[in-house]
């Protein structure tokens, strides 16, 4: 207990003259900051899709595809923008803590704004095949749900979905070639964990 008291205490010492920085600026973070800092949170491109008809959002880009009640994002994705940046930052950097973060933010908002929390049973990340799983050590969708998980009070699950085949990156596609390279390669891995239940089904892009 000592021990860990001296050495949470010299961290905190250390933070006083190296402060982390804000991984979209690089500025220091100040107390109470996590990893992003308040300037550049406030700066984050929100879509406040929750806020209105996420049901004909649904409707509109799956329709014919699969049944789905509703469909929200967190941030609008642009080049260069710090969507991206987050978005990199947790797939190839290793900062899997900014999924977590990201879904405790969207999470609070869409408990604050929107009546979703009421709408689902089991909340689950697309999941990565094995082979991609070992090579990243992490699966960033389910850090995202566990984010999301934490905030809304709702269980997760990195067992309901698993993906049976190893495809190509979905980067640079279309959506018709997003949807034809996957389709096929998920399977429900644990059936009497979804039965009946509604899920809300997290991806990072």
Not at 86 to 109: P, S
Not at 140 to 166: C, F, H, K, V
Request: contains cysteine.
């Amino acid at each position: 207990m000592i021990g860990k008291l001296i050495a949470s205490g010299f961290g905190d010492f250390l933070n006083l003259f190296y402060p982390d920085p804000c991984l979209l600026c690089q500025n220091s973070l100040q107390n109470g900051e996590e990893l992003i800092c308040t300037v550049c949170r406030l700066q984050l491109p929100e879509t406040g899709q929750h806020r209105g008809d996420a049901l004909m959002a649904g409707q509109t880009k799956f329709a014919g595809k699969v049944p789905v009640e509703f469909v929200d994002a967190y941030l609008y994705f642009t080049k260069r923008g710090k969507t991206q940046r987050l978005i990199h930052a947790l797939k190839y950097r290793g900062h899997k803590e900014v999924g977590h973060l990201l879904g405790r933010w969207y999470g609070y908002q869409l408990k604050t704004d929107s009546q979703l929390n009421e709408h689902i049973d089991l909340i689950v990340g697309v999941p990565l095949h094995p082979a991609k799983l070992r090579q990243r050590g992490y699966n960033q969708s389910d850090w995202i749900a566990q984010g999301l998980s934490e905030a809304l009070e709702i269980p997760w699950s990195d067992r309901a979905l698993t993906r049976s085949q190893y495809t190509i990156s979905q980067t640079g596609k279309d959506r018709m070639e997003r949807w034809e390279n996957v389709s096929n390669v998920f399977q429900v891995g644990e059936p009497d964990l979804v039965a009946n239940k509604r899920i809300l089904l997290v991806d990072d892009v």
